[in-house]
Nanobody
Framework: QVQLVESGGGLVQPGGSLTLACAASGFSFSNFGMAWFRQPPYKERGLVAAISYLGGRLKYADSVKGRFTISRDNAKNTVYLQMNSLNSDDTAVYYC??????????????WGPGTQVTVSS
């Protein structure tokens, strides 16, 4: 049974940084692409960043390029999202997702429960 559990969310001031982690279990983590999504208040969930199964291929939403970094540690079955220069537009519930194959920006079959990130002074 696939399980994804996000952690690391919280309240941060504008300009601050935060690192999210997603612990995965129940599948062969190193064989699948992973991604981070976010859903701001009253908006649809959208892709933030995606990473291939070995970490060699990355994809970012334009709104986070240069500020966010996705990475993974296959030995720890964990995917990370380092977020810098945060602003109020980054306020959202952040979810990690498991791709259907070794890399995807569209096909995902499992998501975690999410972690809230609030950027406010």
């Amino acid at each position: 049974q696939v399980q994804l559990v996000e952690s690391g969310g919280g309240l941060v001031q504008p300009g601050g940084s935060l690192t999210l982690a997603c612990a995965a279990s129940g599948f062969s983590f190193s064989n699948f692409g992973m991604a981070w999504f976010r859903q701001p208040p009253y908006k649809e969930r959208g892709l933030v960043a995606a990473i291939s199964y070995l970490g060699g291929r990355l994809k970012y939403a334009d709104s986070v390029k240069g500020r966010f970094t996705i990475s993974r540690d296959n030995a720890k079955n964990t995917v990370y999202l380092q977020m810098n220069s945060l602003n109020s537009d980054d306020t959202a519930v952040y979810y990690c997702g498991k791709a259907h194959n070794n890399f995807s920006t569209r096909d995902f079959d499992s998501w975690g429960p999410g972690t809230q990130v609030t950027v406010s002074s």
